[in-house]
């Protein structure tokens, strides 16, 4: 069995560690075949060679990062230690990565680096694709941004759309007229909403029709213009909904399409329409793509793990 000691001489080590030693704690969770001893400024860890190596480099990592921001919460050490050793997962600053303010003051911020990289494709471009796997935060970026050209006045108002898709249920005998049977399916729109705009504006904006939630279906014969729009579950399109759809973009216009291939619920044989757009656009000036997989999903690190399992079952088959 292999050893080596490292000595935390460029940071506080009980600012480090953090209250209950969250870090080694974590640091074990990742690393659950090294014994893992931290007394005083040193971390000793025992085991085989090559998982000391990687262990080694995830502390270099972890020790830059405190120097650079002060701090190690969670989410830095979630994105540290689930990376690829890389440094484009590491958590940009609050000041680089702010894009607007929330519900009581709260900050909204791009977490991950390649949510950093949505963000500024979004400046870039008036068309954007952001794919990826559940958690990683496309959407809830997406709809920041669309707050943040609201409020900057960038925009006349918020479009957000989704195909509706049957993922096994049955929508014709939920209770209710259309919009009580979609409403439940666009919930997390509604959700990422009521992180960024008060309650009694957001209701406001929604009668108004300065924001409008609604089924893609809906968005036919229209032209959307002054406006920020956003295609979300865009893999359970159709060749015939996308081609629709990216053909309504009007005027001062932003569109982002959000969606998973991984995640289709389309009948079969019937190719999405998201994997078919990704192929024909992606020589295209003015469009901008970006690929987010599982080092970016920010939920609970057992979401991580789940994919993972899926992904390596998938390829068995």
Do not use: C, W
């Amino acid at each position: 069995m292999n050893e080596i000691e490292i000595e935390l001489s460029e940071v506080d080590p009980q600012a480090f560690f953090g209250e209950q030693n969250k870090t080694i704690e974590q640091l074990r969770i990742y690393f659950p075949k090294l014994k893992i001893i931290a007394r005083g400024n040193k971390i000793k860890a025992l085991g085989e060679e090559e998982v000391l190596e990687v262990f080694e480099k995830r502390i270099d990592m972890l020790v830059a990062h405190f120097g650079k921001f002060n701090s190690l919460d969670s989410t830095a050490l979630e994105l540290i230690l689930s990376s690829d050793g890389s440094k484009d997962y590491e958590p940009t600053s609050d000041k680089e990565s702010f894009i607007l303010h929330g519900i009581g003051g709260k900050t909204i911020n791009a977490k991950t680096f390649n949510q950093q990289r949505l963000v500024e494709l979004s400046k870039k471009n008036d068309m954007v694709f952001a794919i990826g796997p559940a958690g990683t935060g496309k959407t809830y970026t997406s709809v920041a941004l669309a707050v943040k050209a609201l409020k900057e006045k960038q925009v006349k108002r918020i479009i957000l759309t989704r195909p509706a898709v049957e993922a096994g249920e049955n929508l014709g005998f939920l209770p209710g007229d259309m919009k009580d049977k979609l409403d439940p399916y666009m919930q997390p729109l509604y959700d990422a909403l009521r992180d960024m705009i008060p309650s009694e504006r957001l209701a406001s904006y929604l009668e108004k029709g300065t924001i409008q939630i609604a089924p893609l279906a809906f968005m036919r014969g229209r032209t959307l213009d002054n406006a920020f729009v956003i295609l979300d579950e865009a893999q359970n399109t159709t060749h015939a909904q996308m081609k629709m759809f990216l053909t309504r973009m009007g005027p001062n216009a932003k569109f982002i399409i959000t969606g998973d291939p991984g995640q289709i619920d389309l009948p079969r044989r019937v190719i999405s329409g998201l994997k078919e757009a990704l192929l024909i656009l992606k020589e295209t000036n003015g469009i901008g793509m970006l690929f987010l997989d599982d080092k970016d999903v920010i939920r609970h690190r057992l979401v991580k793990k789940v994919i993972n399992a899926y992904k390596t079952i998938e390829h068995q088959n």
